[in-house]
C-alpha cells in the first residue's frame, strides 16, 4: 500500500519498467493481538535504499480516537528488485528510490 500511495503499484512497475518487488526476508515481534474490525494504522519506514535491494520497518498500531496507539506489532522486510519475466535481480529504477527516500 505504501508503495502503491507513492505512484508504484506493483502492475504499473512491471508494465513501466519490466520489473517488481519481491520480499526476500521478513521478521516480525508482536506485542498485541488485534481483534476483527478493529482499525489499524500502519507504518513503513525506509530503513536501507540500494540499487537492487530495499528494507523497510513497519509497525502496526491499534487506532482508537478516545485512546492513544497502541503498538500491536512491529518488524522489518527486506524487498529485492527482479527482473518480472526472469525473476533475476537487477537494479531498482531512479525513480522509484528517490519517492522512497
Given at each position: 500500500?505504501?508503495?502503491?500511495?507513492?505512484?508504484?503499484?506493483?502492475?504499473?512497475?512491471?508494465?513501466?519498467?519490466?520489473?517488481?518487488?519481491?520480499?526476500?526476508?521478513?521478521?516480525?515481534?508482536?506485542?498485541?493481538?488485534?481483534?476483527?474490525?478493529?482499525?489499524?494504522?500502519?507504518?513503513?519506514?525506509?530503513?536501507?535504499?540500494?540499487?537492487?535491494?530495499?528494507?523497510?520497518?513497519?509497525?502496526?498500531?491499534l487506532?482508537?480516537?478516545?485512546?492513544?496507539?497502541?503498538?500491536?506489532?512491529?518488524?522489518t522486510?527486506?524487498?529485492?528488485?527482479?527482473?518480472?519475466?526472469?525473476?533475476?535481480?537487477?537494479?531498482?529504477?531512479?525513480?522509484?528510490?528517490?519517492?522512497?527516500?
Amino acid at each position: 500500500e505504501w508503495l502503491r500511495a507513492l505512484g508504484f503499484g506493483q502492475q504499473h512497475l512491471r508494465e513501466t519498467s519490466g520489473g517488481m518487488f519481491v520480499v526476500s526476508e521478513t521478521t516480525v515481534k508482536y506485542h498485541a493481538p488485534a481483534r476483527l474490525d478493529d482499525t489499524l494504522l500502519v507504518t513503513a519506514r525506509l530503513l536501507e535504499g540500494g540499487r537492487a535491494s530495499l528494507s523497510i520497518a513497519q509497525c502496526a498500531y491499534l487506532h482508537s480516537p478516545d485512546q492513544p496507539a497502541r503498538l500491536l506489532a512491529e518488524g522489518t522486510i527486506r524487498l529485492g528488485w527482479v527482473d518480472s519475466t526472469t525473476l533475476k535481480p537487477g537494479r531498482i529504477p531512479a525513480p522509484v528510490l528517490e519517492a522512497l527516500k
